[in-house]
């Protein structure tokens, strides 16, 4: 009965996995398609710039929304229709004749997206013990690098026979059929078949919370919830989650160009040197999600065992200026797969907020937090195309280093100590100045 009940747990984590698969395939399609629309309609660095920010600019913005949502809708419903209707903005990507045509679907895509991140992050809440999962979150994390390394080369090659049109019209369709598939086959703990009263059980006692519904009821104003969203804690968790995503933003829009315009790197050969660092971010979430696990079964404490991988993680990024003193193909990619490495050993934040906010209001602080990290994806794209000119990309490249030494330093000395905050329960002067690693 155990086995079983673990294979339930396991077809979880998968479910989120391919779903993960699906949502960075769909908005990182445009890097790979960047250079041949620049082609097709005539773009400046800054108006590429600009289509590569458009995402955010409603992805951001809906979190708050997005995770009350999350909150007050079942995680089945909700999270098979986002899957579809994102993706059928991504198909719709291919029929697009203008730049401003393709400005609007990426702010749809945006939108539709909204939801993925505070509904993983509610489910492994839901299904898996506090011990599990910084393992289940760099699992399905790792989802985000390993489907765009083995798919960006394909992705490509696909682009090659049918054009950009063509690509984009596959990604959406494929992603249609998965949330279909999603919609059949996930269950809440207490909805699902296949789990026994003894699982349940095991679950609820290392920390899960199996209800479907929460059992406070106390209506939030903007006082609770600016009360509960200017907690320390949170406030570090808000800035950390901004400077690791900074990185993985230049890897989702700017890296191909930066490879094939500034590099001058064959289009074809890109696609196989740029699925190694995502190889490096796919190896480094799983190395951070079960070193953080392992940690805490001997007996480390959850702050240590938590955030020092995230910590270490944002120093290994910040090397990605070493690619700025280097013109070796090879030494440029040495350090751009280090960063990513990095970036991925950060990308376990999500733990954090479980840990962290409290499960009634866990989707309102998810959603937060979502927004801090794709605010990000405005900020960044923008800026590299703001400070980067025809022929010198190194401001990039710093901009994008000097996130990660601000995302360590916050995680360190903002944070403080890890453990779940009261909701409604403003921190004291006493708890701060307590409030350490």
């Not at 479910?15 to 398609?33: C, E, G, H, K, Q």
């Not at 289509?51 to 999270?79: C, I, K």
């Not at 906010?357 to 927004?371: D, M």
């Given at each position: 009965?155990?086995?079983?009940?673990?294979?339930?747990?396991?077809?979880?984590?998968?479910?989120?996995?391919?779903?993960?698969?699906?949502?960075?395939?769909?908005?990182?399609?445009?890097?790979?398609?960047?250079?041949?629309?620049?082609?097709?309609?005539?773009?400046?660095?800054?108006?590429?710039?600009?289509?590569?920010?458009?995402?955010?600019?409603?992805?951001?913005?809906?979190?708050?929304?997005?995770?009350?949502?999350?909150?007050?809708?079942?995680?089945?419903?909700?999270?098979?229709?986002?899957?579809?209707?994102?993706?059928?903005?991504?198909?719709?990507?291919?029929?697009?004749?203008?730049?401003?045509?393709?400005?609007?679907?990426?702010?749809?895509?945006?939108?539709?997206?909204?939801?993925?991140?505070?509904?993983?992050?509610?489910?492994?809440?839901?299904?898996?013990?506090?011990?599990?999962?910084?393992?289940?979150?760099?699992?399905?994390?790792?989802?985000?690098?390993?489907?765009?390394?083995?798919?960006?080369?394909?992705?490509?090659?696909?682009?090659?026979?049918?054009?950009?049109?063509?690509?984009?019209?596959?990604?959406?369709?494929?992603?249609?059929?998965?949330?279909?598939?999603?919609?059949?086959?996930?269950?809440?703990?207490?909805?699902?078949?296949?789990?026994?009263?003894?699982?349940?059980?095991?679950?609820?006692?290392?920390?899960?919370?199996?209800?479907?519904?929460?059992?406070?009821?106390?209506?939030?104003?903007?006082?609770?919830?600016?009360?509960?969203?200017?907690?320390?804690?949170?406030?570090?968790?808000?800035?950390?989650?901004?400077?690791?995503?900074?990185?993985?933003?230049?890897?989702?829009?700017?890296?191909?160009?930066?490879?094939?315009?500034?590099?001058?790197?064959?289009?074809?050969?890109?696609?196989?040197?740029?699925?190694?660092?995502?190889?490096?971010?796919?190896?480094?979430?799983?190395?951070?999600?079960?070193?953080?696990?392992?940690?805490?079964?001997?007996?480390?404490?959850?702050?240590?065992?938590?955030?020092?991988?995230?910590?270490?993680?944002?120093?290994?990024?910040?090397?990605?200026?070493?690619?700025?003193?280097?013109?070796?193909?090879?030494?440029?990619?040495?350090?751009?797969?280090?960063?990513?490495?990095?970036?991925?050993?950060?990308?376990?934040?999500?733990?954090?907020?479980?840990?962290?906010?409290?499960?009634?209001?866990?989707?309102?602080?998810?959603?937060?937090?979502?927004?801090?990290?794709?605010?990000?994806?405005?900020?960044?794209?923008?800026?590299?195309?703001?400070?980067?000119?025809q022929d010198n990309f190194a401001p990039g490249l710093i901009l994008v280093g000097a996130m990660g030494i601000i995302g360590a330093l916050s995680f360190l000395f903002i944070v403080g100590k890890v453990e779940k905050i009261g909701y409604g329960q403003p921190e004291s002067r006493a708890e701060l100045a307590k409030s350490r690693m």
């Open positions: 009965m155990k086995d079983k009940a673990k294979k339930v747990r396991v077809g979880v984590a998968l479910l989120l996995f391919f779903t993960v698969v699906i949502n960075y395939l769909d908005r990182s399609s445009m890097s790979i398609a960047a250079p041949h629309i620049v082609s097709d309609l005539g773009l400046s660095n800054l108006e590429l710039g600009l289509l590569f920010s458009a995402f955010a600019w409603t992805y951001a913005p809906l979190q708050v929304p997005g995770g009350l949502m999350v909150d007050r809708f079942s995680s089945r419903h909700l999270y098979a229709l986002a899957v579809m209707l994102w993706s059928g903005a991504a198909a719709l990507h291919g029929l697009a004749t203008t730049i401003t045509g393709l400005f609007f679907l990426r702010l749809l895509l945006g939108a539709c997206e909204v939801p993925a991140f505070p509904l993983n992050n509610r489910i492994i809440t839901r299904w898996f013990p506090e011990k599990e999962r910084a393992s289940v979150v760099g699992f399905y994390t790792s989802g985000q690098y390993v489907g765009l390394a083995f798919l960006t080369p394909v992705l490509i090659i696909l682009q090659e026979q049918v054009g950009w049109r063509g690509m984009f019209l596959t990604i959406g369709l494929l992603g249609i059929l998965w949330g279909i598939f999603f919609y059949a086959r996930y269950r809440d703990p207490l909805d699902s078949k296949n789990i026994s009263k003894e699982e349940l059980g095991y679950i609820k006692a290392g920390g899960g919370e199996i209800e479907t519904k929460s059992k406070v009821r106390e209506k939030l104003t903007f006082r609770n919830a600016m009360s509960l969203l200017s907690n320390r804690k949170l406030v570090g968790l808000f800035i950390g989650q901004a400077c690791v995503t900074a990185t993985s933003w230049f890897f989702l829009t700017w890296f191909p160009t930066y490879l094939v315009k500034y590099r001058h790197l064959d289009f074809i050969k890109v696609g196989f040197l740029a699925a190694v660092p995502f190889l490096a971010a796919w190896a480094g979430v799983l190395l951070s999600g079960f070193f953080s696990d392992y940690l805490i079964r001997k007996g480390w404490s959850l702050g240590t065992a938590r955030k020092l991988p995230i910590v270490l993680g944002l120093l290994l990024a910040s090397t990605i200026v070493g690619a700025n003193y280097v013109d070796s193909p090879t030494l440029i990619v040495a350090f751009l797969t280090i960063a990513f490495f990095g970036n991925g050993m950060a990308a376990i934040t999500w733990s954090l907020v479980s840990s962290i906010a409290p499960v009634e209001r866990i989707g309102l602080v998810g959603g937060v937090f979502n927004l801090c990290g794709t605010a990000t994806g405005i900020l960044v794209p923008l800026g590299i195309g703001a400070v980067i000119s």
